[in-house]
């Protein structure tokens, strides 16, 4: 095995659930570890099955930070190649923070393979495009307060304030607070997509309103593993597209220096 230093603890995006949308390299940090310490509530069993038969597994699910780095430590310290697999994406809502700076303590070095956020995945199984030509130009990754609450200047209302596209993170328990705040933002008729799941075999997709958003959510049990989509491009989606400008990328009369325009001329 190769000396501690050279082995940095890799940290893996696994994606939204679906085991196909890992990076190629993640997928080939899966294969090469000697060690994976994985999320395990979170993250498919079917990436576990990439790894050699020699490499150990962990959930950290029930582990504390402490544990955690314990195990990554003690791996590295033997010149292991050392896995963190965490879902979705690790700079979002991954506690990426605290784990490097214990490791940085410990002199262990460290590096990140991203990957592809829960929202990619629900708008991709909406077919959601969360920008609009001249209408939505901006998305906005939040939550709602709960047992983690928000900065001053960061709550739901404010960020809705901003007119964009929202992708709301882990507040699906607090569905009658997301509705209300919701239904005074854009109007209590306001289309709302919920994509619980995303890309996972058993992902649920629900249509709802923002005044009848914590009524739907508890009718059909979905408290947790939900993304709240709301804004002007989950309206126009649901409206089919039928209104609104159309981008300029591929209108006939937009010139740019790959293509002509109608009149026959090119950007330079």
């Not at 659930?17 to 190629?24: E, N, R």
């Not at 998305?139 to 200047?153: K, N, Q, Y």
């Amino acid at each position: 095995m190769d000396e501690p230093r050279k082995n940095p603890v890799t940290f893996v995006g696994a994606g939204p659930g679906d085991p196909d949308l890992i990076t190629v390299a993640g997928r080939d940090a899966l294969e090469r570890a000697d060690l994976v310490v994985y999320a395990g509530s979170l993250v498919s069993e079917e990436m576990i099955r990439w790894c050699q038969s020699h490499c150990r597994t962990v959930s950290s699910a029930g582990l504390n930070l402490d544990e955690i780095i314990q195990n990554m430590a003690d791996a590295h310290g033997k010149g292991q190649r050392v896995v963190r697999l965490q879902t979705g994406d690790i700079s979002l809502y991954g506690a990426l923070p605290e784990q490097i700076a214990e490791l940085t303590k410990l002199e262990i070095p460290w590096r990140i393979i991203p990957g592809v956020t829960a929202a990619f995945g629900a708008a991709a199984a909406l077919g959601l495009s969360f920008t609009l030509p001249e209408s939505c130009q901006s998305l906005i990754f939040t939550r709602i307060s709960g047992r983690t609450p928000m900065p001053e200047g960061e709550s739901l209302a404010s960020m809705a304030d901003h007119g964009c596209s929202l992708a709301i993170y882990l507040s699906a328990a607090l569905g009658a607070e997301v509705s209300r705040t919701l239904s005074e933002a854009y109007g209590p008729g306001s289309p709302i997509a919920v994509v619980q799941r995303a890309t996972w075999p058993d992902e649920r997709i629900v249509w709802t309103t923002a005044g009848s958003l914590a009524k739907d959510l508890a009718k059909v049990g979905i408290k947790r593993q939900a993304l709240i989509l709301a804004g002007p491009a989950v309206a126009a989606m649901q409206a089919g597209y039928s209104k609104g400008r159309k981008s300029k990328l591929y209108d006939q009369a937009f010139r740019h220096g790959w293509r002509k325009d109608a009149s026959g001329e090119q950007d330079k």
